[in-house]
């Protein structure tokens, strides 16, 4: 599907990856991008509307959707990410709560709200922002590493519940990009935008799996590997 001429919903669209999916769905000609944000003060992005959402919140999904009932497109991008002492450390389990809460289950609860508009709206699609640590993990980023393994499994049984309503459901891995969220990790990293393109580009070819970058379908190739990548990941945080 294109996105010209769909309207669009972005979650966590205030910076970041979902800003760059807010400007370029707005750039390719969709005919309104709702941005959805925590905090709509202090939100100006011509011609972008602000809409409040947390999804942790399953009130505030609710009230987003119900003001936003011309959606067919909902971009799923919401997310945070912590660096962790190690996957024994005494917090694991509360991190792993709090991160699968906003990284998984933000997931479940718009998709709730929003699965029945974008059926009434003719099927449109859902785009998960996943990662390549869905794909392997360190003891440092083990809580967010597992929030995004959920987020897939959780995205793959999404498309098939979603197929009987024509609904399509397209899953983003991506590595490091340059935004807030890796600020502090020295490595290469990619452009915002250029992650929101390979989704577009993705969606419009029909994908169900957009791999991004370079290292994150090495990774993927790896997986039936003896040397799988998730073995011996390089330490980075
Ligand atoms: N950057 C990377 O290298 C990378 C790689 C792979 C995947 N990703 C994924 O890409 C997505 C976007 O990440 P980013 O790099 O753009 O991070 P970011 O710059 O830190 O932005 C995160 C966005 O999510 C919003 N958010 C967080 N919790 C929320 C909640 N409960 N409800 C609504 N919005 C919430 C934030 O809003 P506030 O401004 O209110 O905090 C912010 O808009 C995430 O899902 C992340 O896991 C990022």
Partial sequence: MNIAGSVVFVTGANRGIGLAFAKLALAKGAS????????????????????????????????????????????????????????????????????????TFGIVRTGQAFAPILAANGGGAVINVLSDVTWFSLPTIAAYAA?????????????????AQQTHVLAVHVGFVDTDLTQGFDVPKIEAHEVAR????????????????????????????????????????
């Fill in 198 to 237: 390979a989704a577009y580009e993705g969606l419009e070819e029909g994908a169900l799996e957009v791999l991004v970058d370079e290292g994150t379908q090495f990774i993927k190739t790896t997986l039936s590997q003896t040397e799988a990548f998730y073995f011996n990941p390089p330490q980075f945080a």
């Fill in 147 to 163: 929030s995004k393994a959920a987020a897939w499994s959780v995205t793959n049984a999404l498309r098939l519940e979603l197929r």
């Fill in 32 to 103: 309104k991008v709702y941005a959805g944000v925590r905090n709509v003060e202090g939100f100006n992005a011509s011609g972008i509307i602000p809409v409040q959402i947390d999804v942790t919140d399953e009130a505030s999904v609710a009230a987003a959707a119900k003001l936003c009932q011309d959606t067919n497109v909902l971009i799923n991008n919401a997310g945070i990410g912590i660096v962790q002492d190690g996957v024994l450390a005494s917090n694991m389990i509360e991190l792993s709560r709090h991160l699968m809460d906003t990284n």
